[in-house]
């Protein structure tokens, strides 16, 4: 399913290119570091990334920012808060929550590919309140509590 996505370049971030899908198929749109010269980000620290764009979501519709599992994997460096939530009704710049769980410095350069976003549907609830919830034969029963005899 396509729908239509409006990034806007902001100033510091108008000569990196925009955020592209990486193959036919995927899921997310990888995110560049709009950082000056580079950045260090020193094991068990975390730093907010800026990406150089804002953007406007369609309604009914968020963005999930979330770590590159080659990131991960090779030096350790997550997304803090993943699934980052961009909100449809967010202008301000696109951020990203970098953690370095790994053993060693890891240095951010103007436009590496840091994260990948994801675009979701979006269901709002409207919400009911009760004084009663339907019966379930799983009751309150949850943290493991199933193929128990
Ligand atoms: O990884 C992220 C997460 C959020 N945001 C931006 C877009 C989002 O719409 C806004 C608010 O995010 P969130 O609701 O997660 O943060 P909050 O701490 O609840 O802030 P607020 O009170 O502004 O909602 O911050 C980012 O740029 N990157
Ligand atoms: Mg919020």
Do not use: W
């Amino acid at each position: 399913m396509q729908i239509s996505l409006e990034l806007k370049r902001l100033d510091h971030g108008r000569d990196l290119p925009l955020p592209a899908y990486q193959s036919d198929l995927a899921a997310g749109l990888d995110l560049l570091a709009a950082v000056g010269e580079s950045l260090v980000l020193a094991p068990g620290t975390r730093a907010l990334i800026p990406t150089g764009l804002a953007m406007a979501l369609p309604t009914g519709f968020e963005a999930q920012v979330r770590p590159r599992s080659g990131l991960a994997a090779k030096h350790g460096v997550t997304v803090l808060n993943t699934p980052g939530t961009i909100d449809a009704d967010y202008r301000g710049e696109v951020k990203v929550i970098l953690i370095n769980h790994g053993d060693a410095p890891f240095e951010i350069s103007r436009g590496d590919r840091i994260a990948q976003m994801v675009i979701a549907p979006v269901l709002q609830a409207q919400i009911l309140e009760v004084t009663e919830l339907t019966d379930t034969t799983r009751g309150a029963g949850g943290f493991g509590s199933t193929g128990r005899s």
